[in-house]
T-cell receptor, first 110, second 112 residues
Framework: DADVTQTPRNRITKTGKRIMLECSQTKGHDRMYWYRQDPGLGLRLIYYSFDVKDINKGEISDGYSVSRQAQAKFSLSLESAIPNQTALYFC?????????FGPGTRLTVL | AQSVTQPDIHITVSEGASLELRCNYSYGATPYLFWYVQSPGQGLQLLLKYFSGDTLVQGIKGFEAEFKRSQSSFNLRKPSVHWSDAAEYFCAVEGGSYIPTFGRGTSLIVHP
């Protein structure tokens, strides 16, 4: 079984809808991250959490929120989706400065 | 602030040829440096990392990278490329904050 899982893997939604992307990990790592990937822009950090009670904004947090429900679960929400949030979203954990990525969620906002 | 530049958006090589992917970083002290690979439809996987010590680092899948402080570079190399190496490659830098900065990626195309 994968150590870092993301659900859903693909999602198509409409402008204005609220959507949640979920991430679960079985690695036992405290640090978790959400990134978005856009062609030609690499990975950009949305939010990160160093433990259950620690949530921090990344470079592009506007329009997003997160919830760290447990050490193993870190969810990303788009309160009111807009088309320029169409992207590939990755969750990652970290230990010893190495990041471990989930398979990604491809989100399309129409 | 830390930053990473990957000058090449695409690199095309023939199978069996050697490969070098360029990475330049900006950071005020000795950085932690990483190369990750993203195969189509998958998340990123660590190839190798440099923290300190020997400036030539060996990684998985036959890759190596060399840290050159004078050139602020951490180029990735492989002596003989296989078709399965076709992927997107990301260089990343971190200064011990647990928050890496990724480059924009280099897409490797392998011709038979």
């Amino acid at each position: 079984d994968a150590d870092v899982t993301q659900t859903p893997r693909n999602r198509i939604t409409k402008t204005g809808k609220r959507i949640m992307l979920e991430c679960s990990q079985t690695k036992g790592h405290d640090r978790m991250y959400w990134y978005r990937q856009d062609p030609g822009l690499g990975l950009r950090l949305i939010y990160y959490s160093f433990d259950v009670k620690d949530i921090n904004k990344g470079e592009i947090s506007d329009g997003y929120s997160v919830s760290r429900q447990a050490q193993a679960k870190f969810s990303l929400s788009l309160e009111s989706a807009i088309p320029n949030q169409t992207a590939l979203y990755f969750c990652a954990t970290q230990r010893d400065d190495t990041q471990y990525f989930g398979p990604g969620t491809r989100l399309t906002v129409l | 602030a830390q930053s990473v530049t990957q000058p090449d958006i695409h690199i095309t090589v023939s199978e069996g040829a050697s490969l070098e992917l360029r990475c330049n970083y900006s950071y005020g002290a000795t950085p932690y440096l990483f190369w990750y690979v993203q195969s189509p439809g998958q998340g990123l996987q660590l190839l190798l990392k440099y923290f300190s010590g020997d400036t030539l680092v060996q990684g998985i899948k036959g890759f190596e990278a060399e840290f050159k402080r004078s050139q602020s570079s951490f180029n990735l190399r492989k002596p003989s490329v296989h078709w399965s190496d076709a992927a997107e490659y990301f260089c990343a830098v971190e200064g011990g904050s647990y928050i890496p900065t990724f480059g924009r990626g280099t897409s490797l195309i392998v011709h038979p």
